[in-house]
C-alpha cells in the first residue's frame, strides 16, 4: 500500500529528506500544505465573490444608481452606473466563482486534503503528486476566468448566467468590429473562457476524488473500520464517489458547448436557428439536451457543496455537547441516501423547461423523497445536542447556527419540489432565497465553524474566541437579514436576474425590503472584516495550541499541532469510535480513539487489522 | 452568556413567522390571483406553508430549548451517554416520510391541470418570445361563415391574422390556450397574477392554458435570463370582455390593414 507514494511517507516529524522551499510550501506534495494552499486560494475568491454579489445587491437595491466611490472608478464611461450587460456579468461570476472556486474547492479542496490523513491516522494521501496537480489544475481555471473579466467590449465576460444556458450561451452581442472577428471573437470571448475554466475544475475535481476515495480505503490506521470513521470522512469519502460519477457528464457537456462555439456543431442548436439576425445555422440539436446534462451533474454537485459541511458539523456537535453523536449509523445512511437520490433528481431543475409534464410528476416524488434523509439528520443532531453539555465555541456557535439555518434551507425546498407551486415560484427570490440558505447560511457557516475548530491544527496556534463570536453573532443577523426576506420577494413574484424590476407596477413596492437587504449584505461582507483580521493575526500572535485544544476524540488531536511531515509522531492504532463523549469506562470526558481501553476490557474489545496497518519506518 | 446565545437562536422562529406574518400588510405578498389555476396553487402553497412552518418553529424550538436547558454553565445534570435510539429513529423517518408522500400525491392533480391536462380546442393565440419582446399572432375572430376560404384564412396561422407586440389581450372566463414558441434563446412566459409560467424554447411549440377570472391590466413578465435586456421584456396583460375582446381585435386588425399600406409609402421616401 506505501507503494503508492514512497517518497511522502515514512518519516516522522522533521526528519525528512531536503526539500527546499519550493518543494516545501509551493509545489508540495503534503497534504496539509495543499489543504492549506487550497484554503487560502478559496478565501480570496470568496472575497471577490462577495464584491461582486455586493454590485448584485447594489443595483437590485438602486437600479442605475452612481456607485459611492467604485462607480466613478469602473463605470465613468456611463454616468458611474452598473450596466445591464454588466449586471448580467455580476451574478453570472458571483455564481460561477462562489461555486466552482470556493464552496467545491474549500470543503472537498481544503478541509478533504488536510482532514482525510489526519483523521483516518494516515501519513499523507495515497497519491501525493496527484494531490499537488489538483491545486495546480485550479490554476488554468483561476486564469480562464480572470480573463474572461477583461475580454474586450460588451461581447466580453460570459454573461449566461453560471447555469449557461443555450442557445443564449452560444450567442454573443452584434459584433461591432472589423469582419475577421466575427468567428474570432467566438474563440477568445467570455464564454469560452468561461467553459475552459470549468473544465479545469472539472480535473481538479476529479484527480481529488480519485485520491480521497483510495486514501479512505487503503490507508486507514490499524483498527479504523469504516464505522469507526468520523462523519467528516464518511461525507468525504461520499462526496468523493458522487464527483467520479457526475463529473464526467458535466466535462461532456462543457465540451459539448466549447464544439457547439467554436467548430460549428449542433448540440444544443434547433434546426434552422438563428439569434440577433445572424445567418441560420444547420443546428439540428436540443436546448434542453445540455440542461439535463448540465443538472445530471449540478444537483448531485449541489449536495458535494453540502455534505462535507453536514459531516464537519457533526463533528463540533458532538465534540461541543460532550455527548456521542446521536444515531451514528442512521447519519451515515441519510448520506448515502442522499447520494443515491440525489442522481434521480436532476429534473426538478426543468419542471416547466418544457420537459414532458409527466416526467416532472416521478421527478417530484424523488424530489420530496429526498428531503428525508435531510430531516433525519436534523432529528440526529437535535438529538446530539439534547441532554449533552454544550459549550458555546465559536465553532460550535457556527455549527449549531448551520443546523438552525439548515432547516430553513430544507424546508423551503419543499415549496419547489411542489410542482404546481414551482411553477410560480421558479426563477423567482424564493428559489435565490433557499440555495443561499443552504450554501450561505449552511455550508460557509460551517466551515466558518470548521476553520476555528480546526485553525490550532493547521497554524498550531488558537484564533481569538472574543473576536470570533463578534463575527458570528454580526454574521448572523446580517445573513438572516439578507436571506431571510428573499423569500418574502419571492412569494411577491419578484424574479431573479432582473437589473430593474421596478418598471413593472407588481415590483415596485418591494424597493425598500431590496434596500433593507442589500444594507444587510453590506453589513456582512464588512462584517468578514473581523474574520480576515482574526485568521491572519491569530497566526502570529494567537498562542500556542496544545495537540488537543477542545478535549476531542479525533485522531487528528493525537498529532502535533501543527503535524509536520508525516503526521504523526506515534503508529495511531484504533480502539472506537469517535464519539465516546461522556463514556463511563473513563474518568475524563473524552475518551480518545487511539486510548487504549482499560485492562479488564483488552483482551475482549482489541481486534486491530494488521492488514490495514501503514507500516512505520 | 450560554442563555444569550440560546437567546440568539430563539430569534429565528419568532422573527422567522413574524416576517411572514406582517409581509401581507405591506403587500409584500402572492399578487391576487384572477385565475382558476391560480386558487388551486395559492391554496397548495398555504398548505405547505402551514405544514413546514409547524414543522420549522418545533425544530427550532426544540433547539432553543436543548440549548438553554443543557449548556454547560447551568447544566450540573451527567451527560446522557447514549449513541442513539432505534425507536426514535423509526419514528422520525416515518413521520416525515408519510407527510412528503402525501404532499406528493395531494398536488399531483393540480400539476396535471396545469401541464398535462390540455383543453381540447383550437389555440387562441399563438406568443413567439423574442429579444427583448413578445410577439403575438390572433386570427381574426369573425370569418364570413358563408366563405371557406375567409374560414380558413382568419384561422390561427392563416392569412387574415393579427400582430402585435406586448399587448397581450384575453377575455376573461373563456379557457385559453396558447402556442409558446421562442424566435433566439431561451425565454419564459410569466404571469404572477395567473400563477403562470412556461419555458419558450427554440425549436418547441409548447401549449400553455389558464382561464382569467376577474378583468384588469396586468403585468406579463420573462422568467427566463435571455440576455442583456431580460428585465425589460414586459408585456401588459388585459382581461376583459368576451364583446370588447372581439371589438379590440377587429379594430386592432383595421389598424394593421391601414398601416400595411403606408410602409410601402414610407419606403420609397426613404429610399435615395
Redesign the interface.
Given at each position: 500500500m506505501t507503494t503508492a507514494a514512497p517518497d511522502s511517507q515514512g518519516h516522522s516529524a522533521g526528519h525528512g529528506h531536503k526539500i527546499g522551499f519550493i518543494g516545501k510550501y509551493i509545489f508540495s506534495r503534503d497534504h496539509k500544505i495543499i489543504g492549506i494552499q487550497f484554503l487560502f486560494s478559496t478565501l480570496l475568491w470568496f472575497l471577490v465573490g462577495g464584491l461582486l454579489a455586493l454590485g448584485i445587491r447594489w443595483q437590485v437595491a438602486w437600479p442605475w444608481a452612481e456607485m459611492p466611490v467604485i462607480g466613478k472608478m469602473l463605470f465613468s464611461g456611463q454616468g458611474g452606473q452598473i450596466?445591464?450587460?454588466f449586471?448580467?456579468l455580476l451574478f453570472t461570476m458571483h455564481a460561477t466563482v462562489m461555486i466552482f472556486f470556493v464552496i467545491i474547492p474549500i470543503l472537498a479542496g481544503a478541509f478533504g486534503n488536510f482532514l482525510i490523513p489526519l483523521m483516518i491516522g494516515a501519513e499523507d494521501m495515497a497519491f501525493p503528486t496527484l494531490n499537488m496537480l489538483s491545486y495546480w489544475f485550479m490554476w488554468p481555471a483561476f486564469a480562464c476566468i480572470i480573463a474572461s473579466f477583461f475580454v474586450a467590449g460588451?461581447s466580453g465576460a460570459a454573461?449566461?448566467?453560471w447555469t449557461s444556458?443555450p442557445?443564449?450561451s452560444l450567442?454573443d452581442?452584434p459584433v461591432t468590429g472589423p469582419k475577421f472577428a466575427e468567428h474570432w471573437h467566438l474563440v477568445v470571448s467570455g464564454q469560452t473562457l468561461w467553459l475552459c475554466g470549468l473544465a479545469f475544475v472539472g480535473v481538479s475535481s476529479m484527480m481529488g476524488s480519485i485520491n480521497y476515495m483510495t486514501t479512505i480505503i487503503q490507508m486507514r490506521a490499524p483498527g479504523m473500520t469504516m464505522f469507526r470513521l468520523p462523519m467528516t470522512i464518511w461525507a468525504m469519502f461520499i462526496t468523493a464517489i458522487l464527483q467520479a460519477f457526475a463529473l464526467p457528464v458535466l466535462t461532456a457537456a462543457t465540451f459539448m458547448q466549447l464544439l457547439d462555439r467554436t467548430v460549428g456543431t449542433g448540440f444544443f442548436i434547433?434546426?434552422h436557428?438563428?439569434?440577433?439576425n445572424s445567418i441560420p445555422t444547420a443546428?439540428g440539436g436540443?436546448?434542453?439536451l445540455w440542461q439535463h446534462l448540465f443538472w445530471f451533474y449540478s444537483h448531485p454537485a449541489v449536495y458535494i457543496m453540502i455534505l462535507p459541511a453536514m459531516g464537519m458539523v457533526s463533528d463540533m456537535i458532538s465534540c461541543f455537547?460532550?455527548?456521542?453523536?446521536?444515531?451514528?449509523?442512521?447519519m451515515v445512511y441519510s448520506i448515502a441516501g442522499i447520494a443515491g437520490l440525489g442522481f434521480i433528481v436532476w429534473g426538478h431543475h426543468m419542471f416547466?423547461?418544457?420537459m414532458n409534464?409527466?416526467l416532472?410528476?416521478t421527478f417530484?416524488?424523488s424530489t420530496?423523497?429526498i428531503?428525508?434523509p435531510s430531516?433525519?439528520k436534523?432529528?440526529?443532531w437535535?438529538?446530539t445536542?439534547?441532554?449533552?453539555?454544550?459549550?458555546?465555541t465559536t465553532a460550535m456557535?457556527f455549527a449549531?447556527?448551520f443546523?438552525?439555518m439548515f432547516?430553513?434551507g430544507g424546508?423551503?425546498g419543499?415549496?419547489m419540489a411542489?410542482?404546481?407551486?414551482d411553477?410560480?415560484i421558479?426563477?423567482?427570490y424564493f428559489i435565490v432565497a433557499h440555495f443561499h440558505y443552504v450554501l450561505f447560511s449552511g455550508t460557509a457557516m460551517g466551515v466558518f465553524g470548521a476553520i476555528y475548530f480546526w485553525y490550532p491544527k493547521m497554524f498550531g496556534r488558537m484564533m481569538n474566541e472574543f473576536w470570533g463570536k463578534i463575527h458570528f453573532?454580526l454574521t448572523?443577523i446580517f445573513l438572516?437579514g439578507t436571506f431571510?426576506?428573499m423569500?418574502?420577494?419571492g412569494?411577491?413574484?419578484f424574479?431573479r436576474?432582473?437589473?430593474?424590476?421596478y418598471?413593472?407596477?407588481?415590483f415596485r413596492?418591494?424597493q425598500p425590503?431590496n434596500a433593507f437587504m442589500t444594507y444587510c449584505a453590506i453589513g456582512m461582507v464588512a462584517t468578514q472584516i473581523i474574520f480576515a483580521l482574526n485568521f491572519i493575526l491569530s497566526m502570529f500572535f494567537g498562542p500556542r495550541a496544545p495537540r488537543n485544544p477542545w478535549h476531542a476524540n479525533g485522531l487528528e488531536w493525537q498529532a502535533p499541532s501543527p503535524p509536520g511531515h508525516g503526521n504523526f509522531d506515534f503508529q495511531p492504532v484504533v480502539y472506537r469510535g469517535p464519539?465516546e463523549?461522556?463514556?463511563?469506562e473513563v474518568d475524563s470526558?473524552f475518551y480518545p480513539q487511539t486510548q487504549p481501553p482499560p485492562e479488564s476490557q483488552r483482551s475482549a474489545e482489541l481486534d486491530p487489522d494488521p492488514s490495514k496497518a501503514v507500516p512505520v519506518h | 452568556m450560554a442563555k444569550f446565545w440560546s437567546l440568539v437562536f430563539l430569534l429565528v422562529p419568532i422573527l422567522g413567522v413574524a416576517i411572514f406574518a406582517v409581509s401581507p400588510g405591506y403587500k409584500w405578498w402572492l399578487p391576487p390571483d384572477i385565475s382558476v389555476h391560480g386558487r388551486t396553487i395559492d391554496h397548495l402553497f398555504y398548505f405547505i406553508l402551514y405544514l413546514t412552518g409547524a414543522a420549522f418553529v418545533v425544530t427550532e424550538g426544540a433547539l432553543f430549548w436543548f440549548l438553554w436547558r443543557f449548556n454547560s454553565t447551568d447544566n450540573r445534570d451527567p451527560v446522557k451517554f447514549t449513541h442513539g435510539s432505534h425507536a426514535l429513529e423509526v419514528v422520525w423517518t416515518i413521520l416525515p416520510a408519510a407527510t412528503l408522500l402525501f404532499i406528493a400525491i395531494y398536488q399531483m392533480n393540480a400539476w396535471a391541470e396545469s401541464k398535462i391536462d390540455k383543453p381540447q380546442m383550437p389555440s387562441t393565440l399563438e406568443v413567439m418570445a423574442r429579444q427583448f419582446e413578445w410577439r403575438l399572432r390572433y386570427p381574426y375572430p369573425h370569418p364570413n361563415l358563408s366563405d371557406p376560404q375567409d374560414v380558413e384564412d382568419c384561422k390561427l396561422g392563416g392569412k387574415k391574422n393579427i400582430f402585435l407586440v406586448n399587448d397581450l389581450h384575453i377575455p376573461v372566463n373563456e379557457e385559453i390556450v396558447l402556442d409558446l414558441k421562442s424566435a433566439d434563446v431561451l425565454h419564459s412566459f410569466f404571469l404572477p397574477n395567473m400563477r403562470v409560467k412556461q419555458d419558450a424554447v427554440p425549436g418547441m411549440k409548447i401549449p400553455v392554458w389558464f382561464r382569467a377570472t376577474t378583468t384588469g391590466t396586468y403585468d406579463l413578465a420573462c422568467a427566463e435570463l435571455c440576455g442583456w435586456g431580460h428585465y425589460k421584456m414586459k408585456g401588459r396583460l388585459t382581461v376583459e370582455s368576451r364583446a370588447q375582446f372581439d371589438e379590440w381585435l377587429v379594430k386592432k386588425y383595421q389598424e394593421q390593414q391601414a398601416t400595411q399600406e403606408a410602409p410601402a409609402a414610407a419606403k420609397s421616401e426613404d429610399s435615395p
Open positions: 450596466s445591464p450587460e449586471y448580467t460588451t454573461k449566461a448566467g444556458y442557445p443564449l450567442t452581442n434547433p434546426p436557428w438563428s439569434a440577433n443546428g436540443q436546448p434542453l455537547s460532550r455527548k456521542p453523536l446521536f444515531g451514528y449509523k442512521p416547466v423547461s418544457g409534464p409527466f416532472g410528476m417530484m416524488v420530496m423523497m428531503a428525508l430531516a433525519i436534523v432529528f440526529n437535535l438529538g445536542v439534547w441532554g449533552g453539555n454544550i459549550r458555546f456557535l449549531l447556527s443546523v438552525s432547516i430553513i424546508l423551503s419543499i415549496f411542489a410542482t404546481p407551486v411553477i410560480y421558479t426563477d423567482t453573532l448572523f438572516n431571510f426576506t423569500h418574502i420577494l412569494v411577491a413574484g424574479p436576474r432582473y437589473a430593474d424590476a418598471h413593472f407596477d407588481l413596492p418591494l425590503l464519539y463523549y461522556g463514556s463511563p470526558d | -
